[in-house]
């Protein structure tokens, strides 16, 4: 997979310095990219990574949850809950817009964007995701310079309810539909499919400790590019998480998420939030790790260390901060963050805001 990683690297590289490879293989080296940043590398991958439909839905998309390393199961985050654990949204008591941008490497990018409407029957949000490589020259192996363009994109549109139900307490679920184009010059595929998510949270003590769980992407690929695509299975799993405020510490929060989806081993994100300003300014940091890093460290730690192993999540640490003010009755959060990974220099810069009225 490191070497895989390399050469589409060197595909786009190409393509961006007007020399690449053919059509087809240059936009399905763009598809290929995306799944291969979402799997972990060779030495350490789960034996059914990358192969899975739709890989862009286990990605995170706003920069608080990102931040934090992707906890964000049981914590507090409004209409942004909508695309980890949907019950978040049933605490919302006023109607919330959110917007934003991630970018994953090089021209690879994606973006958030959404509404919660409470009602007397509960907060819908309808929601928006997307992730594109933008559009990009073709040119032939033999040099040859085309007018031609070429793009892989994929998006998600849903809705989400949710509603508290009793004293903390907040359910919720999500439906949307996926899909995924790819095209170069005159040649295009396509795939489609269908998913939900279902959530709850449970929060105590005025809000200083919550928990939460949900099931997400559970679905299917309704079709695919060719034939023998049809058959894979979504990337749906299971998340759960916890997140407190220590009694003495009044200004920090500490989250803690446990995930585990398809192709992939179970990973543990730990994560904190630091108020510097009470309601204004925010510091946040997080990590990802997996059961198969804990198990490798034991080695090391027994003396049977393995030098041909390298961390199983692309993801490492993530760094953020968040400012927040109000005018005019409406509210107006900005968070930005930066998402290191272990196989590409570059961080990865996130941004996203939360408007509420």
Known sequence: MRDTVKLILRIIRMGRARRAVSPVVSVLSLSLMIITLLAP???????????????????GYDARSMAMGGAACAVQNGLYGVLSNPAAVGY?????????????????????????????????????????????????????????????SYTALGVGWARTVGAGIAVGGAFKGAYHYIGAADESYSADGFAFDIGAQYRQRNDRVAYGVALRNL????????????????????????AFVP???????????????????????????????????WVRGGYVFSMMDVEKMSDVFRGERDDTYRKSSVNTLSLGVG???????????????????????????????????
């Open 41 to 59: 590398p060779a030495s350490s991958q789960n034996a059914d990574a990358g192969t899975v439909a739709f890989p862009f839905l286990v990605m």
């Open 92 to 152: 919302v008591s006023g109607t919330q817009v959110m917007g934003g941008y991630r970018q994953v490497m090089m021209d690879v990018w994606g973006y958030p964007i959404g509404v919660a409407m409470p009602t007397r029957y509960g907060v819908f949000a309808p929601y928006l995701v997307a992730l594109t490589s933008g559009d990009f020259n073709v040119i032939y192996e033999d040099g040859f310079l085309t007018d031609d363009r070429a793009r892989s």
């Open 247 to 281: 009694r003495h510490i009044p200004s920090l929060r500490i989250a803690l998420d446990v995930n585990r989806f398809n192709g992939d081993y179970t990973n543990f994100e730990p994560a904190f939030e630091y108020t510097v300003v009470a309601g204004t300014f």
């Open 323 to 357: 400012v927040a003010t109000a005018f005019d009755n409406v509210d107006i959060k900005l968070d930005a963050a930066m998402q290191f990974y272990t196989d590409i220099s570059s961080p990865a810069i996130i941004v996203s805001l939360l408007v509420g009225f």
């Open 219 to 242: 679905g299917f690929m309704r079709s695919g590019y060719w034939g023998e695509w049809n058959e894979y299975e979504m990337p749906y799993g299971v998340e759960a998480g916890v």
